[in-house]
């Protein structure tokens, strides 16, 4: 690590203020070029540790950049992991408020709970799909707390990934109902159909991505404990929404998941 405790406390506010504030901030390289990726999950987990001693229950962990489309639209190669909370989480079909946002886009996920514990390293797809509970779509509204998407990949994990609200829907299913790596989604906007994928283009299978978390977390001393709701990560690229757009996303087999931008 190349940022000591005070900064790393510093920088966890300046970005938690940001998105609680829906305010933009330029990237945080900027100021400290040696940043490492130690110290980017470092602030990651700063903020986590701020809004859980405000009470907020951490509900989920997230895997980003996981689809090659996404990993195109933002000029990377590597997934990268975070957590979301109580306050992101609205109802199927519900509004989401445009004015707590800075500049939202949606992303249709493929998402899994588990029912065991799964640790790394050396976690794989078998052992991922054995600790699967029940899959249930959802899609993400990720906003970058970034000026005009003016970020790298460091930049991004310290801030959370961009996670802003998530809208689980549709119906569960177990995994060995369904094959996820040919499930297929439409992404609609307004009832235009904006984006389409299968599981697949989740590295492959989306299940390779809680491998991916799981032997991340392995790296910290951390286990993915029973229970844990994942979001492997969008299925195509991020579509930016505003004030207005309804938003709708069909997942076969798992039903859709809705909701309206005001
Ligand atoms: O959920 C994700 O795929 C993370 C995306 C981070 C970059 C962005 O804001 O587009
Ligand atoms: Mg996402």
Known sequence: MNLDKNTIAALAEHLESAELN?????????????????DAYAI??????????????????KCGLTSRAKMKQMGVDVPCFGFVSDYMSVADGGDIDTTKLIHPKVEAEICVVTKAELKGPGCHVGAVLAAIDFVIPAVEIIDSRYRDFKFDLKSVVADNTSASRFVIGGRS?????????????????????????????????????VA???????QRGQVLPAGSFVMTGGVTEAIAVAKGDNVLARFQDLGSVSMRFV
Not at 26 to 38: F, H
């Open 212 to 218: 991916a978390l799981v032997n991340h977390l392995g």
């Open 173 to 209: 299913r177990n995994a060995d109902e369904l094959d996820l790596r040919t499930l297929g989604v439409v992404l609609e906007k307004n009832g235009q159909i904006v984006a389409m994928a299968a599981g697949a283009a989740v590295l492959g299978h989306p299940a390779v991505a």
């Open 22 to 38: 829906a305010r933009d901030v330029t990237k945080i390289t900027d100021d400290y070029p040696a940043m490492d990726w130690d």
């Open 44 to 61: 990651q987990e700063a903020i986590r540790a701020r809004k859980e001693a405000r009470g907020n229950k951490t509900v989920g962990l």
